[in-house]
């Protein structure tokens, strides 16, 4: 397995053409928007256990919203497709998205509550998350036609799992037939996950990112696989299920990138974490970013890399992460 380097000068070049082409660049989300609730513990409760936590913080969140935040903040144009509700949390929701340059015509508002979800967070920065989709759930194939325009005009469209399987596989079949690439985010994985939903969701990706977690459960694994596993093996065993070009987050480890027949590993920076909410999306949101301008693979996982390190520095989701200019800062001074 290759071994990258997290060069600074390097990762500040690829930043500098990620936002040179930001005029011309586009890039499309669909899927989820919600209202974070977030209460920090001294050490996450066990079954059964009722512990006492912080002051309940509320923060724009959901995996494509959060997304979507990432890929904006780097000076990309891009548009969202969801849903909000009919509550107060679907302006705060569109409030913070447009705010750092996302575009939210493409946004419906349906009857009911905005999709929303609980999230509990320890000293380590460490999380569990529990998701109530609320009108995220009303995201179906007719609302992809109704915005057909919007993807077959993107470079790229990014998808996510916290959407409808129906509307996840119509972006794609929409994006396929326009040229546009699809970046698929396999999270979270389908409880339900069988042969043909595999086979449709492979169909549906010409890249695809997930947690060693995720890996394991696609890979039918005993356990989840770690930076010393045979990442040759994994490759012809994802290559096997009809994934050709992955992307594996390993959280402290950085990722592995699968591309074809290279293996190369990107280390993660080093930071200590103060919170890890919506790291993982502004991974993703980086690398649309960088596919987008024109960056190959493993280069935009580089940035990425970069980018999600700085933003579990901050609480919350999309409050925590950085623009452009951040994320130089940051690289320059780590």
């Given at each position: 397995m290759k071994q990258?380097?997290?060069?600074?000068?390097?990762?500040?070049?690829?930043?500098?053409?990620?936002?040179?082409?930001?005029?011309?660049a586009h890039v499309s989300?669909?899927?989820?928007?919600?209202?974070?609730?977030?209460v920090e513990v001294d050490a996450m409760p066990k079954p059964g256990e009722t512990i006492v936590g912080g002051p309940m913080a509320i923060h724009a969140g959901g995996k494509s919203a959060n997304q979507a935040a990432s890929c904006a903040r780097l000076q990309l144009q891009t548009d969202m497709i969801g849903a909000v509700g009919s509550d107060a949390n679907a302006d705060f929701l569109l409030h913070e998205l447009e705010k750092v340059g996302v575009a939210t015509a493409h946004v419906e508002h349906v009857n009911g509550p905005?999709?929303?979800?609980?999230?509990?967070?320890?000293?380590?920065?460490?999380?569990?998350?529990?998701?109530?989709?609320?009108a995220n759930a009303k995201?179906?194939?007719?609302?992809i036609h109704r915005h057909a325009a919007v993807i077959e005009r993107s470079d790229i469209l990014g998808l996510c799992l916290e959407a409808p399987l129906?509307?996840?596989?119509?972006?794609?079949?929409?994006?396929?037939a326009a040229d546009t690439t699809v970046l698929l985010n396999i999270s979270p994985m389908p409880e339900d996950l069988n042969e043909a939903l595999r086979h449709a969701l492979a169909d549906a990706a010409d890249i695809?990112?997930?947690?060693?977690?995720?890996?394991?459960?696609?890979?039918?694994?005993?356990?989840?696989?770690?930076?010393?596993?045979?990442?040759?093996?994994i490759n012809d065993r994802l290559h096997a299920t009809g994934l050709d070009r992955v992307v594996v987050t390993l959280g402290s480890a950085g990722a592995v990138v699968l591309d074809g027949p290279d293996v190369v590993?990107?280390?993660?920076?080093?930071?200590?974490?103060?919170?890890?909410?919506?790291?993982?999306?502004?991974?993703?949101?980086s690398v649309l970013a960088g596919l987008a301008s024109g960056n190959a693979l493993a280069s935009s996982c580089t940035v990425a890399s970069a980018v999600s390190a700085y933003s579990t520095l901050g609480r919350g989701a999309q409050s925590s992460y950085g623009d452009a200019q951040e994320i130089i800062d940051f690289v320059q001074g780590n």
């Amino acid at each position: 397995m290759k071994q990258l380097k997290l060069n600074k000068d390097e990762i500040m070049d690829e930043l500098d053409r990620i936002a040179s082409s930001s005029l011309a660049a586009h890039v499309s989300i669909v899927g989820s928007m919600n209202a974070d609730h977030v209460v920090e513990v001294d050490a996450m409760p066990k079954p059964g256990e009722t512990i006492v936590g912080g002051p309940m913080a509320i923060h724009a969140g959901g995996k494509s919203a959060n997304q979507a935040a990432s890929c904006a903040r780097l000076q990309l144009q891009t548009d969202m497709i969801g849903a909000v509700g009919s509550d107060a949390n679907a302006d705060f929701l569109l409030h913070e998205l447009e705010k750092v340059g996302v575009a939210t015509a493409h946004v419906e508002h349906v009857n009911g509550p905005s999709g929303s979800t609980i999230i509990v967070v320890d000293p380590h920065g460490e999380n569990f998350i529990v998701v109530s989709s609320g009108a995220n759930a009303k995201v179906d194939a007719e609302c992809i036609h109704r915005h057909a325009a919007v993807i077959e005009r993107s470079d790229i469209l990014g998808l996510c799992l916290e959407a409808p399987l129906a509307a996840v596989i119509e972006a794609a079949h929409v994006a396929h037939a326009a040229d546009t690439t699809v970046l698929l985010n396999i999270s979270p994985m389908p409880e339900d996950l069988n042969e043909a939903l595999r086979h449709a969701l492979a169909d549906a990706a010409d890249i695809v990112i997930m947690n060693e977690h995720e890996t394991a459960q696609w890979l039918r694994m005993e356990s989840e696989p770690g930076l010393e596993s045979d990442w040759e093996s994994i490759n012809d065993r994802l290559h096997a299920t009809g994934l050709d070009r992955v992307v594996v987050t390993l959280g402290s480890a950085g990722a592995v990138v699968l591309d074809g027949p290279d293996v190369v590993h990107v280390p993660a920076c080093k930071v200590k974490p103060v919170d890890t909410t919506g790291a993982g999306d502004s991974f993703m949101g980086s690398v649309l970013a960088g596919l987008a301008s024109g960056n190959a693979l493993a280069s935009s996982c580089t940035v990425a890399s970069a980018v999600s390190a700085y933003s579990t520095l901050g609480r919350g989701a999309q409050s925590s992460y950085g623009d452009a200019q951040e994320i130089i800062d940051f690289v320059q001074g780590n």
